[in-house]
């Protein structure tokens, strides 16, 4: 008997900048994590979150108790996952 696989096509969506550098992250890394264990994810960035895709604001916005947003952009962009702004 041939199991079936279910994948997910998920949507994460942020509304954090760099005032809130934790739950900034949130999208990239829900997504990053969606993408590992073999679902499909975007993310969509709304309000204050669109500023992170500026490098000199991703290179600056540094989490509590996660890595900087730009190494868990840098696995954001190679697992292909799209970004809407």
Same mark, same amino acid.
């Given at each position: 008997m041939?199991?079936?696989?279910?994948?997910? &096509?998920?949507?994460?969506? @942020?509304?954090?900048?760099? *005032?809130?550098?934790?739950?900034a992250?949130?999208?990239?890394?829900?997504?990053?994590?969606?993408? *590992? !264990? @073999?679902?499909e994810?975007?993310? @969509?960035?709304?309000?204050?979150?669109?500023?992170?895709?500026?490098?000199?604001? !991703?290179?600056?916005?540094?989490?509590?108790?996660?890595?900087?947003? &730009? *190494?868990?952009? !840098?696995?954001?962009? &190679?697992?292909?996952?799209?970004?809407?702004?």
């Amino acid at each position: 008997m041939r199991k079936e696989i279910t994948i997910a &096509k998920i949507v994460f969506f @942020g509304s954090h900048g760099s *005032e809130n550098p934790t739950k900034a992250v949130f999208p990239f890394l829900y997504a990053n994590a969606a993408v *590992e !264990a @073999g679902h499909e994810a975007r993310i @969509g960035l709304i309000a204050d979150a669109v500023v992170l895709m500026r490098d000199v604001v !991703a290179n600056s916005v540094v989490p509590v108790g996660w890595p900087p947003l &730009k *190494e868990i952009l !840098a696995t954001t962009i &190679k697992n292909k996952i799209p970004i809407d702004v």
